[in-house]
């Protein structure tokens, strides 16, 4: 018989995070407030625990795992590899084809993996209450989930759109028991301002953030809970890589490409830092972060320090952007909207340690697709990018022979999302470009640091 799943023991769960700043040839850019000059740590004291600032800004190479936060973790970790012996058949491919199974998680995607982290760290510093912003809602049910396994209350602030459109999600997180509120909303400051210029705004993910960080910046019993982009969201995620070669060892291979979608680009550093070691050390691996025409931020951004939310409330970050106000097209299903990416993912995709490439939204639906048909599982939309992209190697391989070793994330399931695939189905769905224009004029709002430095 031959060997589908690579499965390790609980006792194999790694001890310990990988910070990839260790091992970047170059220190990280540092965030900067609004006059020009670095933050200093306790400026972010006002919405995080001290413990994530200290990651955020650490250089050392491993961070140890709290062992409450491992032991919560088996409640779905190790996550499966798997070997897609199927999709390798139905491809016709001399490729070898594995994927890392991140939707056991109770949320179903790779997101809990910080939340229950994130979360644990602020009980410890006698936090009550935690906001945070959610878009299609994997996030806001990742953070309910581990509110709660520590008591903590939460409150979710989801972008409109899909408040409305994505009904599910919301009971997920009532289940769990948190609080969600549909953002533009008029609970706050940042909210109220929207609405008077909008009052039919969508919303969006920057627009949440805005909010969500105006409401724990205001209470001394309140902490914010971002879900990707920053350095110790990507540095909780890494356990998800470190996983991986463990489970590549126990099959003595290694692999020639890794794939995974790019949104914030948590889960993209999370499965390909730990591989990048490597790379530090002579080996040849490719790191691709797949992200969608629609939303190209790391293709087509500007590389440049912008705001991390709409408003402007955010520090600025030195990341690939399409400008903090982008409100991405409505008819994009596939979810990986964030105007802006990781300052990590986008310093070492600036320095060519990292590939990036964008996928339009039809082929992506077309190989989650095949995927579900060859290999059971119903992806997320936004695995979807990282399968195509997968795919198409796999097809490259066909065309010249190599029987190279392709891995990709599956972040999640896509159970969820199925409006998305009905639409796919029906025919609704489009590829869309977003115009060069657009990303021309978003370089007209970006914030002007030195300017502003004085
Ligand atoms: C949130 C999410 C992503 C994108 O976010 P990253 O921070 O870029 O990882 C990808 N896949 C799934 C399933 C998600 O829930």
């Not at 961070?63 to 409640?75: A, F, L, N, S």
């Not at 001399?94 to 997101?111: L, M, Q, T």
């Not at 340690?353 to 190989?367: G, K, M, R, S």
């Not at 198409?392 to 190279?404: N, W």
Request: net charge negative; charged share 20%.
């Amino acid at each position: 018989m031959q060997q589908t799943k690579i499965i390790l023991e609980e006792s194999e769960i790694p001890t310990h995070w990988y910070n990839v700043i260790a091992d970047m040839p170059n220190p990280p850019a540092p965030p900067l407030g609004p006059d020009g000059n670095p933050v200093t740590p306790d400026a972010l004291a006002a919405i995080f625990p001290e413990a994530l600032i200290e990651q955020e800004v650490s250089s050392e190479r491993w961070i140890e795992i709290p062992e409450e936060v491992r032991q919560g973790y088996t409640m779905w970790r190790p996550s499966p590899m798997f070997r897609a012996h199927r999709l390798e058949q139905a491809l016709g491919t001399p490729a070898r084809i594995y994927y890392k199974y991140e939707g056991v998680s109770p949320a179903g995607s790779h997101k809990p993996n910080t939340a229950l982290a994130q979360a644990w760290y602020n009980k410890q510093a006698g936090i009550k209450r935690l906001t945070t912003e959610t878009g299609a809602g994997q996030w806001g049910s990742s953070l309910a989930l581990v509110g709660q396994m520590f008591g903590l209350e939460i409150r979710v602030y989801m972008v409109k759109v899909s408040y409305e459109q994505k009904p599910f999600r919301r009971s997920m997180m009532q289940t769990w028991g948190a609080e969600v509120v549909a953002s533009p909303s008029n609970l706050t400051e940042s909210g109220r301002k929207i609405l008077a210029q909008h009052p039919d705004s969508p919303g969006s993910l920057g627009i949440a953030i805005s909010e969500a960080v105006e409401e724990a910046a205001s209470r001394e019993d309140t902490n914010y809970a971002l879900g990707s982009v920053l350095n110790h969201v990507l540095l909780h995620q890494t356990i998800i890589g470190l996983e991986a070669k463990k489970q590549f060892e126990k099959l003595g291979e290694y692999p020639d490409a890794i794939f995974a979608p790019c949104g914030g680009g948590s889960n993209f550093g999370g499965v390909a830092f730990p591989f990048l070691a490597d790379k530090a050390a002579g080996k040849e691996v490719r790191l691709v972060a797949v992200e969608p025409t629609s939303c190209p931020t790391l293709t087509k951004g500007h590389y440049a320090y912008d705001f991390g939310d709409a408003v402007g409330l955010t520090p600025l970050l030195k990341m690939y952007t399409l400008g903090h106000d982008f409100v991405p097209p409505g008819i994009h299903a596939g979810g990986l909207r964030y105007h802006g990416d990781s300052a990590l993912v986008s310093q070492l995709y600036n320095e060519g340690l990292i590939d990036a490439v964008a996928v339009p939204q039809l082929a992506t639906f077309e190989a989650g697709v095949q995927f579900a048909r060859a290999e059971g599982i119903i992806p997320a939309p936004e695995s979807n990018h990282a399968i195509r992209a997968c795919i198409d190697e796999a097809l490259r391989c066909k065309e010249t022979g190599e029987p190279k070793v392709l891995f990709f994330n599956l972040s999640g399931h896509g159970h969820f999302d199925m409006a998305a695939y009905d639409k796919y189905f029906s025919g609704e769905l489009e590829d869309f470009e977003y115009p060069e224009e657009a990303i021309e004029e978003a370089l007209h709002h970006l914030p002007r640091v030195g300017a502003a430095g004085g």
